[in-house]
């Protein structure tokens, strides 16, 4: 028997991963200001996109008549704290972070996708219209890793842990 709210649900922990994901570019824009200005550009583009995310799934929450996730905030400064100290360490540890938080969102809204596919068609059609940027996100990122760089084995299992536990956190509030 499907949890007739699994798809509020998982707008509401979407809406909270995006906050999340807005942090996570804010902290490592405002440190790629100081150290890596190359990385300005792109790290803009991505946080626009973040952006609309979020607006996407707030609009959406709001006509379910639904609150804001509990681990909103919580979602918030965690993505805040992760963007500041991976953008003090710069270009390698910004990339890293990125790869690993966007691989678990993209498995994360693949199986949304599958669950939802016959129970809840506007929480599939919001979900739908973010994966092409998340997946930009990943692959433009995925693009200038080398997979040996021990910022990358050292930061994606703490990175992959952590986002995991956000979301199956959120899905149980
Ligand atoms: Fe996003
Ligand atoms: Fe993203």
Same mark, same amino acid.
């Given at each position: 028997?499907t949890?007739?709210?699994i798809?509020?649900?998982m707008? *509401? !922990?979407d809406?909270?991963g995006e906050?999340?994901?807005? +942090? %996570?570019? @804010? #902290?490592?824009?405002?440190?790629a200001?100081?150290f890596?200005p190359?990385?300005v550009?792109?790290l803009?583009e991505f946080?626009s996109?973040?952006r609309r995310?979020?607006?996407?799934?707030?609009?959406?929450?709001?006509?379910?008549?639904?609150?804001? +996730?509990? @681990?909103?905030?919580?979602c918030?400064?965690?993505?805040l !704290?992760?963007g500041l %100290?991976?953008?003090?360490c710069g270009? *390698?540890?910004?990339?890293? /972070?990125?790869v690993? !938080?966007e691989s678990?969102? =993209?498995?994360?809204l693949?199986?949304? =996708?599958?669950?939802?596919?016959?129970i809840? &068609? $506007?929480? =599939?059609?919001?979900i739908? @219209?973010i !994966?092409?940027?998340?997946q930009?996100h990943?692959d433009? @990122?995925?693009? $200038?890793i080398?997979? #040996?760089d &021990?910022w990358f084995?050292?930061?994606?299992p703490?990175? /992959?842990?952590?986002?995991?536990?956000? %979301?199956?956190?959120?899905?149980?509030?």
């Amino acid at each position: 028997m499907t949890d007739p709210d699994i798809g509020n649900r998982m707008i *509401k !922990v979407d809406h909270a991963g995006e906050h999340g994901a807005i +942090c %996570i570019y @804010s #902290g490592q824009l405002f440190m790629a200001r100081l150290f890596v200005p190359g990385m300005v550009a792109e790290l803009q583009e991505f946080l626009s996109h973040e952006r609309r995310h979020r607006e996407v799934f707030r609009a959406e929450l709001q006509r379910r008549g639904y609150r804001r +996730c509990r @681990s909103y905030w919580l979602c918030g400064l965690g993505g805040l !704290v992760l963007g500041l %100290i991976t953008g003090v360490c710069g270009r *390698k540890a910004i990339v890293a /972070t990125t790869v690993a !938080v966007e691989s678990v969102v =993209l498995r994360h809204l693949a199986h949304q =996708l599958h669950t939802l596919r016959d129970i809840d &068609p $506007q929480a =599939l059609a919001a979900i739908a @219209s973010i !994966v092409e940027e998340e997946q930009h996100h990943h692959d433009h @990122s995925a693009a $200038q890793i080398d997979v #040996g760089d &021990p910022w990358f084995r050292g930061l994606t299992p703490v990175v /992959t842990a952590w986002t995991e536990a956000v %979301i199956w956190m959120g899905m149980r509030s």
